[in-house]
């Protein structure tokens, strides 16, 4: 099984940005995709960014134009740019990643909290 380790949460303020960080302990051929999910208190997880191994991305409404999915292929590793952060932002952002016959992936989760 892959392994995903993630980093870069922190605190920051409104208007501010992060960037998060997610290593995975191998490449397989049998990758489809890669993304980022957030869970807030008391909300269920949702689907933040996805990219796909051929490079297309999707977004949330909510972080469309401000969150940032890419992949740096050579390092197994994917990352979250995120500009203009709000409250509702915050939240537990976990990196996934889903295969061809493989149970998914999940990183241990980093927690993300934007101040006012």
């Known amino acids: 099984q892959v392994q995903l380790v993630e980093s870069g949460g922190g605190l920051v303020q409104a208007g501010g940005s992060l960037k998060l960080s997610c290593a995975a302990s191998?490449?397989?051929?049998?990758?489809?995709?890669m993304a980022w999910y957030r869970q807030a208190p008391g909300k269920q997880r949702e689907l933040v960014a996805l990219?796909?191994?051929?490079?297309?991305?999707k977004y949330a409404d909510s972080v469309k134009g401000r969150f940032t999915i890419s992949r740096d292929n050579g390092k197994n590793t994917v990352y979250l740019q995120m500009n203009s952060l709000r409250p509702d932002d915050t939240a537990v952002y976990y990196c996934?990643?889903?295969?061809?016959?493989?149970?998914?992936?999940w990183g241990q989760g980093t927690q993300v909290t934007v101040s006012s």
């Open positions: 990219i796909y191994t051929g490079g297309s991305t």
């Open positions: 191998e490449t397989t051929f049998s990758l489809k995709s």
């Open positions: 996934n990643a889903e295969f061809i016959l493989l149970a998914p992936s």
